[in-house]
């Protein structure tokens, strides 16, 4: 079963707009959120993280939002770039002050038209 | 830039062969962490090292798989007797610890195919 999910395969957005990407979990015990992106033929590479004890985290274009009742959070990128075209994983962590590893969705490929 | 390299990029293997695939992370980084991803899939857990503790392997599949590292430098990741369903790109990621704000660094991946 999923503990992380991203029901979105794929998003298209026009550039200068703005994407939300969307993720769900299950497992109240995870009190640590990731985003990474993941361009082909590279490894992903850390985008924004999010702790539970917080319901924003902004880093220049992205930003992140997590909503502990509804075990939602979403990311937000504005305004999209080209460039901002690849997959993006939702990821979390069990936490207790250590990472671990990480809970991987299965990622929503975002495509930024120019 | 010294970042998470792997090697071989890519692997092709028959049915029942045997595969060592490597990691070599940033140095410095204690922790080192192996996810595979399924075509279509979500990165899943394999198996971490954190300095000298023992490693966690609660996320290998089944008894074919182990890994091992040396101090905290180079990792291999074994898998016996391949199966088809083994194929994937087999990630190894590092980071300096693992508390919660110890970025995970991820190398480009070894895309295995069995046949």
């Known amino acids: 079963d999923q503990q992380v999910k991203q029901n979105s395969p794929s998003l298209s957005v026009q550039e200068g707009r703005i994407s939300i990407l969307n993720c769900d979990y299950t497992?109240?015990?995870?009190?640590?959120f990731l985003w990474y992106k993941k361009y082909p033929a590279e490894g992903p590479t850390f985008l924004i993280s999010?702790?539970?004890?917080?319901d924003k985290n902004e880093d220049g274009r992205f930003t992140v939002f997590l909503n502990k009742s509804a075990k939602h959070l979403s990311l937000h990128i504005v305004p999209s770039q080209p460039g901002d075209s690849a997959v993006y994983f939702c990821?979390?962590?069990?936490?207790?002050?250590?990472?671990?590893?990480?809970?991987f969705g299965k990622g929503t490929k975002l495509s930024v038209k120019p | 830039g010294a970042g998470v390299s792997q090697s071989p990029s890519n692997k092709v293997t028959e049915k029942g062969k045997d595969v060592e695939l490597r990691c070599d992370p940033i140095?410095?980084?204690?922790?080192l962490y192996w996810y595979r991803q399924r075509l279509g899939q979500g990165l899943e857990f394999l198996i971490y090292f954190q300095g000298n503790s023992a490693p966690d392997k609660s996320g290998l599949p089944s008894d074919r798989f182990s890994a091992e590292r040396t101090g905290e430098s180079v990792s291999t990741l074994t898998i016996q007797r391949t199966q088809q369903e083994d194929s994937a790109v087999y990630l190894c990621a590092s980071s300096r610890g693992t508390s919660r704000t110890d970025t995970q660094y991820f190398g480009p991946g070894t895309r295995l195919t069995v046949l």
């Open positions: 999010i702790s539970s004890i917080k």
């Open positions: 990821a979390a962590s069990l936490g207790g002050g250590s990472q671990g590893n990480l809970i």
């Open positions: 497992n109240s015990m995870f009190d640590y």
């Open positions: 140095s410095g980084h204690t922790a």
